[in-house]
């Protein structure tokens, strides 16, 4: 068998949990790690929280520009979720993959669907909540939602959640540091797949041949 050899094939991780999963924490634990992987920063419609910065947690933008980047091709996905629009710049992931660099996107369900169709290698992986009251215990906590869009992101979780079965990884988040363990395990094996490897390896393999 002929191998093709593609130097440059990078990994297209994608995570998506529930509001309140403690997604954010793990994310932002996972970067601190040398797991050297890029996150793609999304554009939204959504007011800043108080924490948040433009241009690293994400584009802060009217709703009127968001859709005239949408009608001009500009985002690779994008979804509404909880009246907010939100979408990853085309232009960025490519350019980030074809340098050879890992890509980590923080996106709902309905993007990792669309992020699925056009890059099917990408892997999927859902944090969940260990209980659903955990999961409301935690959305009140951050203190950062009205009561009214707790309620809305219940019911959200719930939508969510029936998507599990289409990610190709399922992690608890009970416990950040084992949860955190398991998302570096997940990005280890899958860089260390055959097609990755024969992609990065080529010249090992090339000297047994
Ligand atoms: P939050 O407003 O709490 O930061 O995020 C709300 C939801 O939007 C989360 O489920 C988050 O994963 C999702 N989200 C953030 N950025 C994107 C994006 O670029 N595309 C999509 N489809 N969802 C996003």
């Not at 998506?16 to 924490?25: F, M, N």
């Not at 935690?138 to 939508?159: C, H, V």
């Not at 969510?160 to 570096?184: G, M, P, T, W």
């Amino acid at each position: 068998m002929e191998i093709q050899y593609n130097r440059k094939m990078s990994s297209l991780f994608i995570i998506s949990a529930p509001s309140g999963a403690g997604k954010t924490s793990l994310i932002k634990a996972l970067l601190q790690t040398n797991v050297n992987l890029s996150l793609s920063i999304s554009h939204t419609t959504r007011q800043p929280r108080a924490n948040e910065v433009n241009g690293q947690d994400y584009f802060f933008v009217s709703r009127e520009i968001f859709q005239q980047m949408l009608k001009q091709g500009e985002f690779l996905e994008s979804a509404e979720v909880y009246g907010n629009l939100y979408g990853t710049s085309q232009h960025w992931v490519t350019e980030t993959m074809a340098s050879g660099q890992d890509v980590l996107m923080e996106i709902d369900c309905q993007g990792a669907q669309q992020v699925r169709q056009a890059f099917p290698q990408a892997v999927s992986i859902f944090i969940l909540p260990p209980s659903l009251a955990s999961l409301e215990a935690r959305l009140k906590q951050r203190g950062q939602d009205d009561p009214e869009i707790i309620a809305r992101r219940l019911k959200a979780a719930r939508e969510e959640v029936s998507q599990v079965s289409k990610f190709d990884y399922v992690v608890i988040n009970n416990e950040l540091e084992e949860a955190l363990q398991d998302i570096c395990c997940i990005i280890r094996a899958e860089r260390l797949k055959i097609m990755r490897q024969l992609a990065k390896q080529y010249a090992l393999v090339a000297q047994f041949s």
